[in-house]
């Protein structure tokens, strides 16, 4: 059985549910595709180890300790062409990420963390989805789409800030697919189509496994990996 180093990029906490789900939801996925998974957590203060991994999940917990060493192990996997998955706070980072070196908005900010910055590309939900579950609306012939196999999907949320629609255009133009939005049009997902598989969704996958779910997009996320 082929062995892989996923990292973990996030502040690890038991409190974090989304940390605890996080080795079991690849454990249950790399059961399914028969691979083993060698978790590696990336602590943002210190990134350093990003090389030795095969892919990279940037996890929820945000605010996190250093919010550069997240956009760096993003932007890692981005220009390397590195299996990505980002969900929710990595979600959010990787906008961050994207609109700071790929879009040249360099004040490029997050409202939760600065709140007066002039470019909040990521800011607060018109309603808060902490510890909710919505329908999601997926793009036809997306990535996600075609991950799940069907056109509607149900996913679980702990966050109160995502994408700020105001930036669409920008994004879409360069290059990136929002590809899951909610009954409202607020954007849930995006893909980049261009890179071999770099996704981020707001919602949180993982937490399929604390049922003892497998998730399909966790299991493609490693599928690409042993491929890669």
Same mark, same amino acid.
């Given at each position: 059985?082929?062995? $892989? ?31 083993? $998974?060698? $978790? ?13 991994? %095969? ?9 996190? %300790? ?8 993003? *932007? @890692? ?6 299996? @990505? ?13 994207? %609109? +700071?070196?790929?879009?040249?908005? !360099? ?45 509607? $999907? ?39 189509? %261009? ?8 919602? *949180?996958?993982?937490? !399929?496994?604390?049922?003892?779910? +497998? ?5 493609? @996320?490693?599928? *690409?990996?042993?491929?890669?």
């Amino acid at each position: 059985m082929r062995s $892989v180093r996923v990292g973990v990029v996030g502040d690890y906490s038991l409190k974090v549910t989304a940390h605890r789900a996080i080795p079991r939801a690849l454990e249950l996925a790399g059961a399914e595709i028969k691979c083993a $998974v060698d $978790v590696l957590w990336l602590h943002t203060n210190d990134v350093s180890r990003k090389e030795e991994c %095969a892919g990279i999940w940037c996890a929820p917990g945000s605010p996190y %300790a250093s919010t550069d060493g997240a956009l760096e192990a993003i *932007q @890692f996997a981005r220009e390397k062409n590195i299996p @990505f998955l980002g969900t929710c706070g990595g979600f959010q980072h990787a906008v961050i990420e994207y %609109a +700071r070196n790929r879009l040249g908005i !360099s004040a490029a900010a997050h409202e939760e963390t600065d709140p007066d910055a002039p470019e909040l590309v990521v800011n607060r939900l018109p309603c808060s989805l902490i510890e909710t579950s919505r329908a999601i609306h997926l793009k036809p012939g997306s990535r996600l789409a075609r991950i799940y196999g069907c056109s509607e $999907v149900t996913e679980t949320y702990h966050c109160n800030f995502g994408f700020n629609p105001h930036y669409e255009p920008l994004f879409e133009a360069d290059g990136i697919e929002f590809t899951a939005r909610d009954a409202d049009g607020g954007v849930r997902a995006l893909e980049l189509p %261009a890179h071999p598989f770099f996704i981020g969704t707001l919602f *949180q996958p993982e937490r !399929s496994a604390l049922t003892g779910g +497998r998730h399909p997009l966790i299991a493609e @996320f490693l599928r *690409q990996i042993t491929r890669s």
